[in-house]
């Protein structure tokens, strides 16, 4: 059994991208989508263990009109912005920690620019709006499944709202100065990054797994910390067990054994 991965962006560039580079990658089987309602429709009965959301896109709740911020409104505010000179003013003279000192002055040059990006993007319609909306969707649909953020715009206030609302993280897209460096950079990076998918999700099941054996207790619950327990390596697979308890459960534990279990006979194998 294959594991099943769902890659959600509004980008068809993103979409094409993440099917050329991830589409033979360990054998996953990958369901591509512009919007969740498409992602449902084309998983059909498949059970997702890992799903990758885009943050930044369309706004669902959006109607303003989407329009490009002028180019003098934003030198204006750019201007406003402090300058590097103003990092080293006075600076060999401060009588505190320099070095925390200076790192503050400039991060406060950086922050300016975040803001100004973060308000011309919202113009654009822009904004991480779309894939909280997305991850609200997983959570109701499939609570137990691990969620990743998968973007190239992201700014630590995201990374904080996307933790709120249930997500197990941050992935950041290779960059690049055009599509062609960034499907280089992105052939280049897709191994390291697809280790990283895969621990981020062994470690969530791993989580989800110990609280469902703590939610069941009794046979059931000592099932599900056993699962836990061969994902961390800690102990080996156990006999099939009946699981009585309500379906999508069933279907959920199923998915994540069979996929358990291709990974042990790879282990042996090798």
């Known amino acids: 059994m294959s594991l099943t991965v769902c890659f ?10 993440f099917s050329r580079v991830y589409g033979d990658t360990r054998g996953w089987d990958l369901v591509i989508a512009e919007t969740y309602s498409q992602a ?12 990758l959301l885009d943050l930044w896109g369309n706004d669902p709740a959006g109607t303003d009109p989407v329009e ?4 003098q409104e934003l030198k204006a505010k750019a201007g406003l912005i402090r300058d590097l000179d103003s990092v080293w003013e006075g ?27 973060m308000e011309a993007a919202s113009a654009a319609d822009q904004t991480k709006a779309y894939g909280l909306f997305n991850l ?14 998968y973007t190239r715009k992201s700014q630590s206030t995201d990374l904080a709202a996307y933790l709120a609302a249930g997500g197990d993280g941050i ?10 460096a960034i499907l280089k950079e992105t052939k280049r990076q897709a191994p390291v990054l ?6 981020v999700l062994s470690r969530c099941l791993e989580a989800s797994l110990l609280r469902q054996a703590l939610i069941l207790g009794g046979p059931e619950g000592a099932y599900f910390f056993s699962l836990a327990g061969a994902l961390s390596g800690r102990s080996p ?18 998915a994540i054994r069979e996929w358990l279990k291709e990974r042990l006979d790879q282990d042996t194998a090798e």
Request: charged fraction near 30%.
């Open 136 to 149: 609200e969707r997983v959570r109701e649909d499939y609570p137990n499944t691990a969620a990743l953020a």
């Open 8 to 17: 959600i962006d509004d980008s068809p560039f993103e979409r094409d991208l």
């Open 237 to 254: 697979l156990p006999p099939e067990r009946i699981l009585e308890t309500e379906p999508y459960l069933i279907r959920w534990a199923g």
């Open 171 to 180: 992935l950041l897209k290779p960059h690049g100065p055009d599509d062609a």
């Open 68 to 71: 490009i911020i002028d180019l």
């Open 91 to 117: 600076l060999a003279e401060f009588p505190g920690d320099r070095p925390n000192e200076f790192l503050k002055r400039l991060y406060t040059i950086v922050s300016g620019w975040s803001g100004l990006f």
């Open 40 to 51: 449902r429709e084309m998983l059909g009965d498949r059970i997702p263990l890992l799903w």
């Open 194 to 199: 697809a280790d990283r998918m895969q621990l």
